[in-house]
């Protein structure tokens, strides 16, 4: 690198906070033209807020804007709309598709952005009735694939082409913006987890699209978990922690553990009257997983194994998209599964939430307003439906009628909310006026009424402030303690899961890649996230 | 004061509190323009007892999250060939009224669970789809009217001896038997306390169910189908059970409404009656996926006494009946504006 | 490359299911035409007259299919504005092919409102556009009673009495439309064997066929087409999703307006409270027995289902009556068979959306067990 050039973009003293909540402190970088940038971080570590910083996304302007100054061609600029950022020359390609299924490549390619030709209707009804210009809408498209050199059908259906392929096709996109009147010729592009979905020949295709566009002079910040690809095909490497740089450095003789040390290495010192030394030799196996599969939209399981001895409070975590989420859900019956799974013996029917919550399994679901409340009902029956549906327990009899029993549910939802330290008006509230704590809290309280043997219980504190968070993991594990229930916790947040857990798993691509006793230093768990270590 | 009036407003909602007001402006208008008030509450009554049955058929369907339910129809098919069955049988009185619930019973449950499963095929599409299964059942039932073999020659047509008539009197069979039972009479004004008694038993069912286990799971299912399933319920047979329950209340609430009315109308009669009854329920409070007893009787009252009275007063003061299109536009904004509020749309 | 291996017993099983609807009615035709008793020459001079009166109003649903809104229910409303526009040119009398110009210039505007009406409610009930514009439909309706049958005499001046009922204001039930009957039909006449073909009506469905085509090209019509496989990804793209949604309604309702002008001519009476009615449920069962789908419909499915369904319709009643004495019968069979093909054809949809997500759903864990 040139280091006397006029970088293409540089970022000072980017700084950007959400509801007083600081998540970019202080980021410094400089990116030149040609250069490709690898971008790498743990879920939440402030990747994806820079990203809309550089693009203007409104997420960011509604929330009061970022403090620092932004620098493209040793300018300071001020983008209003993403569309500044595109008359800049830049371009992103997001980690879901945006793609319409039934158009072909080229039609997805120029979206919107069509080359047209006046018609006869045009001046009487305007712009919108003027045809479209096939000719010119093939030639933008095979530029653009051109440019990127891989093999693309213009003219095949996105619906009928392999996953890679669509990734090409808005790659391709990004790289035809430049095509418009007054836009610049795209000079930077944003991959956000490109080679996630893709086979390994396929993201061999795209580094390589990746390394010829960068010898045009086309950079490319490319955000990854996949370290080897960083590794293979970055200039520079750039790793992000709790909303900071950690490092920025040249790739050269860079290993992959060094990035992974960066990535989680914060050794926070777990509090010792925390820990405990839980006995694996006195307890039993309480639950055992054998080959599970779980079909779960984003969250794939392919082939979990894994045992959970009775008592024990079991981590499981992985980057988002590897599976963990999975495994509960695909459990508990609400997506469907396949595979052996035993409770204290027996064999557990798969796909049957009825079956699964009668064997004493209970499930909080990381999707709080989606799955685990009934937002438009009153606290009482968020507590108590549950337990009375599976367990018949708040029902009294009146002659062969079994009713709700008031009384009943009245007083369990007064003790949880005491309890549980749940703010709210009275038990009659509706659950959807409560804040995300009192929430996750409600939940916690429903699974507690089933008196579950085993409880699973995911993402627990996402999305809810610090004081309830805290409040939230002592309860779960004083419930463990007390009553000696197994607790399976599935965090993103590594660190919540070593302040209470006995071992954690680490899930990579759908399976178990390792089980650590959660003591371990975090640098190990790093590198299982990221595919690396030694398989335990 | 003004909070206090805004909470109501905003508790009761805009549209009942107008259409309250304009028709307590018809009851007030009312004496001064002519119009017997007397023979006016009469009506409302009389029509609120023979409509609110079918209108808490909306009930179970709403409470699943199956929606409104367009499909009424097949529900009123099945009363009316209980209806015809006991004529056929010639059963008069009481019994004839309580034959004809006995013998629509097995066609709403037959019924009612083929719909059901249907409507589990095709989650999301219920109201559209229910609208026409409805349509189809009524075309489909007026091919069998002709050809079923009716003999009773108070219901065949008189020349060909065969195929139900269009129309046919209840009289001598089970005219007014819930009208007449135990009514009372103030000066001008009767109370078919019979109609209402019934429909109190029904509703009180109603109620009492919902306060039952798999009555929770009802509700649940309609508030959030996932945490119900969640939660073990098995959501399919639920839905099934709500359909099933509506249709049957459907075929109930056709022969109350038949009892008064005097006539069993075949052929196209149940095509447009789902309308009413769904505006009915609207009108009354409810949403797409919540309703009460509350919204059942204040819905059908309110509903019903618009289309009382605006007649009545209507040509007294202006001498033009403009009932049908106030009907038609007030009940079917009804539902336009329930189809169409930001709440349930996100759901 | 899949398709290559496929053998001639399952090409034709899957060329079956995607087109049951179609092959049911060829069947009852096949069955019904004998019956029936009709002649051949009787049968096909009834096609045209069918064709005619029918595909203009037909094609008017095939732009908010494009868009993604299903099938467009809310059409009469372009049927009522058209009869407002027909009802105004008798009270002028204005006759012949001018007349039923005027009469469109008149519905053109009232259409456009009532379509930016009916486009504004549904982008407000998304993921229920067809049953919100069933019931806009009927509101409407009210709507359109107020104005005709209290406002016309009173408020609107009407002067030729003839239009008027006989309590003074309010239109007649039937106006006679003796002033553009069969006025398009018969103006390029051509008799071939015994069978008058209306040219000139054929040609405006001709033009609208090609119109169709051709915006399918345009930047609107690619528009439309994004929006209605995915309005989010149109959204991202910058395409306004609501505002081609509303232009979409508003094409087909005016477009309904002019075919309901030509279904009118042809017919010669205007039924005024119950014309309209009717109208669109015809239309989309004729579609939807052509073989089109709430999410696909093409100009073919417009031809093939008219010809279907009206045939199914003429012979009915007569093949009724032939059968089991009752022409009756046939009259309440056919209306059964439409309601139950629109039926038919909304189920399909909704179970194959699902089928197709769970298809998925069977492939990834195949896939799965494979991998292990």
């Known amino acids: 690198m040139n280091e006397q050039k006029t970088p293409l973009l540089e970022m000072r003293h980017i700084r950007k906070n959400f509801f007083g909540n600081q998540v970019l402190h202080d980021v410094n970088f400089i990116l030149h033209e040609g250069e490709i940038l690898g971008l790498v971080g743990e879920n939440g570590a402030g990747k994806s807020t820079l990203m809309n910083i550089l693009f203007a996304m409104d997420s960011i302007k509604n929330t009061g804007g970022y403090e620092g100054e932004m620098l493209i061609d040793g300018q300071v600029v001020n983008f209003e709309s993403s569309l500044d950022a595109l008359n800049q020359g830049i371009g992103m390609v997001h980690q879901e598709f945006s793609l319409i299924p039934d158009f072909t490549a080229t039609e997805n390619i120029v979206l919107n952005r069509e080359p047209q030709k006046r018609s006869l209707f045009s001046d009487l009804f305007g712009d919108r009735m003027d045809v479209l210009d096939r000719a010119k809408m093939d030639e933008i498209s095979k530029n653009a694939i051109n440019r990127l050199g891989v093999p693309l059908e213009s003219d095949m259906p996105v619906n009928q082409m392999p996953v890679g392929h669509k990734q090409f096709t808005e790659i391709a996109r990004e790289l035809s913006k430049d095509s418009g009147e007054n836009a610049k010729k795209i000079r930077l592009l944003v991959l956000d987890e490109p080679t996630a979905v893709l086979s390994e020949k396929e993201a061999e295709n795209l580094l390589t699209a990746m390394k010829k566009l960068s010898s045009e002079g086309v950079a490319i910040i490319f955000i990854s978990h996949r370290l080897q690809e960083i590794i293979d095909v970055c200039d520079s490497i750039m790793v992000m922690r709790d909303g900071k740089i950690i490092q920025q450095v040249e790739n050269k003789n860079v290993e992959i553990n060094s990035i992974a040390n960066w990535m989680v290495g914060r050794e926070v010192a777990v509090k010792e009257n925390t820990k405990r030394a839980f006995d694996y030799d006195k307890a039993p196996v309480d639950l055992s997983i054998k080959h599970l599969w779980v079909n779960m939209p984003g969250e794939v399981v392919r082939d979990v194994n894994i045992d959970v001895h009775k008592g024990e409070i079991l981590g499981i975590g992985g980057l988002a998209g590897q599976g963990k989420l999975g495994i509960p859900n695909g459990v508990m019956g609400l997506y469907p599964a396949g595979g052996e799974v035993t409770f204290q013996g027996q064999p557990l029917k798969l796909n049957s939430p009825r079956f699964l919550l009668d064997s004493g399994l209970a499930f909080v679901s990381e999707d709080r307003r989606g799955v685990g409340l009934l937002l438009d009902e009153s606290l009482e029956w968020n507590v108590s439906f549950g337990a009375m549906q599976v367990r018949d327990d708040f029902l009294k009899k009146f002659g062969p009628i079994t009713w709700r029993d008031q009384e009943a549910i009245e007083e369990v939802t007064a003790k949880y909310i005491k309890d549980l330290e749940i703010r709210c008006t009275s038990s009659k509230q509706h659950a959807k006026e409560l804040s995300g704590g009192n929430q996750q809290k409600i939940c916690l309280a429903k699974a507690f009424a089933m008196n579950p043997k085993l409880l699973f219980v995911s993402e627990p504190t996402r999305g809810i402030d610090i004081g309830a968070k805290q409040l939230v993991l002592n309860t779960l594990r004083k419930y463990n303690q007390e009553n000696g229930v197994t607790i399976v916790m599935i965090s993103s947040e590594l660190e919540e899961l070593r302040s209470i857990c006995d071992r954690i798993a680490i899930i990579t691509d759908g399976k178990v890649h390792g089980i650590l006793p959660a003591s371990s230093p975090s640098s190990d768990f790093g590198l299982l996230m990221v595919g690396k270590g030694s398989d335990k | 004061m003004m909070n206090k009036i805004i909470d109501f407003v905003h508790k009761a909602g805009l549209p009942r509190i107008i259409i309250g007001l304009f028709l307590f402006a018809l009851f007030v208008i009312a004496p001064f323009v002519g119009v017997k008030l007397d023979i006016s509450l009469t009506n409302v009554m009389n029509r609120f007892g023979m409509n609110c049955v079918m209108v808490l058929a909306m009930v179970p369907m709403i409470h699943s999250g199956c929606g409104l339910n367009f499909g009424l129809p097949l529900g009123i098919i099945s009363g009316l060939l209980g209806a015809t069955l006991s004529i056929e049988m010639g059963f008069s009185g009481m019994v004839s009224f309580l034959m004809a619930i006995v013998f629509s019973t097995p066609f709403a449950l037959l019924a009612g669970y083929g719909y059901g499963k249907l409507l589990n095929k095709v989650k999301g599409g219920e109201m559209m789809i229910a609208t026409y299964v409805g349509f189809s059942s009524v075309a489909f039932m007026c091919m069998m009217w002709l050809l079923l073999p009716y003999r009773n020659p108070t219901m065949v047509w008189g020349y060909a001896g065969r195929g139900l008539r269009t129309t046919i009197s209840t009289e001598g069979y089970y005219l007014h038997v819930l009208n007449d039972l135990l009514s009372l009479k103030f000066g001008g004004i009767v109370i078919p306390t019979g109609m209402f008694l019934f429909f109190a038993l029904l509703a009180f069912l109603m109620w009492a169910f919902l306060h039952t286990k798999t009555g929770t799971a009802m509700t649940a299912v309609g508030s959030n189908p996932i945490f119900a399933k969640a939660s073990g319920i098995n959501v399919d047979a639920i839905r099934t059970l709500s359909v099933i329950m509506s249709t049957w209340l459907g075929a109930v609430g056709i022969l109350v409404y038949e009892q008064s009315f005097g006539f069993i109308q075949l052929y196209m009669g149940p095509f447009y009656m789902a309308l009413p009854a769904v505006s009915a329920i609207l009108i009354g409070g409810a949403s797409v996926n919540k309703a009460s007893i509350t919204n059942v009787i204040v819905g059908t009252f309110l509903f019903q006494g618009i289309l009382t009275m605006t007649p009545s007063v209507m040509n007294s003061v202006v001498h033009t009946d403009i009932s049908e299109v106030v009907r038609i536009i007030v009940s079917n904004g009804m539902i336009l504006y329930a189809l169409t509020r930001k709440s349930e749309v996100a759901r | ?372």
Not at chain 3, 78 to 101: D, F, K, Q, R, S
Not at chain 3, 178 to 205: E, H, M, Y
């Open chain 3, 1 to 372: 490359m899949k398709n290559l291996n496929i053998s001639r017993a399952e090409r034709l099983k899957r060329f079956v299911e995607n087109n049951t609807v179609p092959i049911l009615f060829v069947i009852i035709c096949a069955i019904g035409i004998p019956l029936s008793g009709y002649s051949m020459n009787y049968l096909i001079n009834e096609i045209f007259v069918r064709l005619s009166r029918n595909a203009f109003l037909i094609l008017s649903l095939l732009i908010p299919i494009m868009a993604g809104m299903g099938l467009n229910f809310g059409m009469t409303l372009g049927a009522m504005a058209a009869e407002i526009g027909l009802i105004i040119i008798c009270n002028l009398g204005v006759v012949g092919i001018p007349g039923m110009i005027l009469a469109a210039i008149i519905s053109t505007p009232i259409s456009i409102f009532l379509g930016w009406m009916c486009g504004n409610l549904l982008n407000m009930a998304k993921g229920r556009e067809m049953v919100t514009s069933y019931i806009i439909g009927f509101f409407v309706n009210g709507v359109y009673q107020l104005v005709v049958l209290y406002m016309m005499g009173s408020i609107i001046p009407i002067a030729n009495s003839a239009l008027v009922l006989s309590r003074g204001y309010g239109i007649r039930n039937t106006v006679n439309l003796t002033g553009i009957r069969k006025q398009l039909d018969g103006l390029i006449p051509l008799r071939i064997a015994g069978i008058n073909i209306p040219i000139a009506t054929l040609l405006v469905i001709a033009l609208l066929c090609v119109f169709i085509l051709w915006f399918r090209k345009t930047k609107l019509g690619q528009d439309m087409r994004a929006v209605g496989q995915d309005m989010e990804v149109a959204r991202a793209s910058g395409i306004k999703v609501e505002r081609t949604r509303i232009i979409s309604i508003i094409m087909s309702t005016v477009f309904a307006g002019y075919g309901m002008i030509i279904y009118l001519q042809n017919i010669g009476t205007l039924n005024t409270y119950n014309s309209h009615t009717q109208v669109g449920m015809f239309s989309i069962a004729a579609l939807l027995v052509g073989g089109a789908s709430v999410a696909k419909a093409n100009i073919r499915n417009v031809f093939l289902g008219v010809v279907l369904f009206h045939l199914m319709f003429v012979i009915s009643p007569m093949a009724g009556k032939n059968l089991i004495g009752e022409a009756q019968l046939g009259e309440y069979f056919r209306v059964f068979v439409s309601y139950g093909v629109i039926t038919v054809s909304l189920v399909l949809y909704e179970v194959r959306k699902k089928r197709e997500l769970s298809y998925e759903g069977d492939e990834l864990a195949a896939e799965q067990k494979e991998d292990k």
